[in-house]
């Protein structure tokens, strides 16, 4: 008999985060109620709101590092190549970065600006360019992320060869290659020809920004014998490696994103059964994993926070945010919560594997500002806007990042 530690991944799990690199889903059997009582398992306890924040953020930070996934990715995916999925949803005429208030913008797997985008015109700063697009202007930031990093290495991707590729058509890029981006560029640029010591006070004034990651391994390792519990860990683990490289370089303001309740978006709806179904109408199996994950990742986040006292790190729950908005999606503007904008026309979901947002046959929605999900996999831009809001000013940081700017500032004045 396979030891508890060895069970397989349950297909949801798979879905939950083949969902954040690139993907979509399915038709939907079940009517969706927001206002139910809270789903199984609960979130954790929401955070009392502050009222709005009236803390002005122009100028807080001259500069931004971001690092993350598809969430957060700005076009380093892209300019890499190699994608075997949205393989053209980012060509020229596509539906992907249509909105009005996004021109401009392009290589976001979104129909327009994400949370990102809309922390630097919170600072007043540029949009962060990818770094793989070294024609652009990297003086006040630069975004590292990569739609559909993983945890877990290449070596081990190369030695095994478990599972899926889906996104890439071999090896994937891990969570180490943004971390040696980031060397390369203090190296080469932004602390070429200081000392250690030097190049610390250079970033110390910088913001750096965490989206999610580690969640691709999920759907790599879908059919082997890898432990649900192993990854959540590696997965965890990552990331304060990530963070942990991040201070000892310098950094003393950090904000690291929760995973979100991917269970929750039409991938994982529409291909976990309907006995998996929560009182919501998401996927349980894929958010029980992603409420284990977000668990550990601020339990491990609060230890180093006691290591590096002189740091800010700050929680982004963007698993309560989100959780927020679809109890009362009204209440924000949205009257399809579940329903993808972009996608085959089909079912109640809107949503189909077999014709992804972009392809032939598809549609996108007359108003995606009523929408949550764009194709079925990644959020609106509207959504974004909405995230964005909950954890700038809203108090869905931990601590709030209004807080975190006031102590910014304070030591910038001493």
């Known amino acids: 008999m396979m030891h508890s530690n060895q069970i397989l991944l349950p297909f949801a799990v798979f879905i939950f985060i083949f969902i ?32 709005s924040s ?28 190699g994608l075997t999925s949205f393989i053209g949803a980012l060509m020229r005429n596509s539906p992907y970065c249509s909105s009005s208030s996004s021109s401009g913008l392009h290589n976001r797997l979104s129909d327009g600006k994400l949370v990102i985008d809309y922390l630097c015109e919170a600072l007043s700063l540029p949009y962060l360019p990818p770094y793989k697009d070294t024609s652009l202007d990297f003086s006040h930031g630069v975004n590292f992320a990569v739609a559909g990093s993983t945890a877990l290495s290449t070596d081990y991707y190369i030695n095994n060869r478990v599972g899926q590729t889906l996104v890439w058509k071999d ?10 981006w980031f060397n390369k560029f203090l190296l080469n640029v932004e602390c070429n020809g200081m000392n250690h010591q030097a190049c610390k006070g250079q970033l110390e004034n910088s913001l750096f920004w965490v989206g ?19 990854l959540i860990d590696l997965s965890v683990s990552s990331t304060c490696r990530l963070v942990k490289t991040l201070l000892d370089r310098g950094a003393k303001y950090i904000v690291v994103q929760s995973l979100p ?64 908005v679809l109890k009362n999606p009204s ?82 004045a001493n």
């Not at 002005?56 to 995916?77: L, P």
């Not at 090896?171 to 040696?180: D, E, K, L």
Request: with cysteine; aromatic share 10%; charged share 15%.
């Open 171 to 180: 090896i994937p890029q891990t969570v180490q290659t943004q971390v040696n």
């Open 20 to 51: 954040l690199c690139f993907s979509p889903s399915s038709a939907h059997n079940k009517t969706h109620t927001p206002s139910t009582p809270t789903p199984n398992p609960p979130p954790t306890s929401n955070p009392t709101p502050d009222p």
């Open 261 to 324: 309740p991917t269970g929750c978006l039409p991938f994982d709806i529409s291909l976990s059964p309907v006995s998996d179904h929560d009182n919501l109408g998401c996927a349980d199996t894929a958010n029980t994993v992603t409420q284990t994950h977000n668990e550990l990742l601020q339990a491990k986040l609060a230890e180093q926070q006691k290591q590096y006292p002189d740091s800010i790190i700050a929680y982004a729950d963007i698993w309560n945010a989100y959780y927020t």
């Open 54 to 81: 009236s803390v002005s953020y122009k100028g807080a930070f001259s500069k931004v590092y971001a690092f993350g996934d598809s969430y957060t990715d700005t076009g380093n995916a892209r300019l890499l190549g």
């Open 331 to 412: 209440q924000f503007g949205f009257s399809e919560p579940f329903k993808a904008c972009c996608g085959c026309g089909k079912g109640e979901l809107n949503f189909d594997l077999r014709s992804l947002c972009g392809a032939r046959n598809t549609r996108v929605c007359s108003d995606p500002s009523k929408h949550i999900t764009w194709d079925g996999v990644h959020l609106t831009e509207a959504m974004h806007h909405v995230l964005a809001d909950l954890l700038l000013n809203k108090g869905y940081c931990k601590p709030s990042f209004d807080q975190l700017v006031k102590k910014k500032r304070s030591c910038t």
């Open 212 to 230: 999610e990651l580690g969640m691709y391994d999920y759907s790599r390792t879908y059919g082997s014998s890898v432990s649900i519990k192993w």
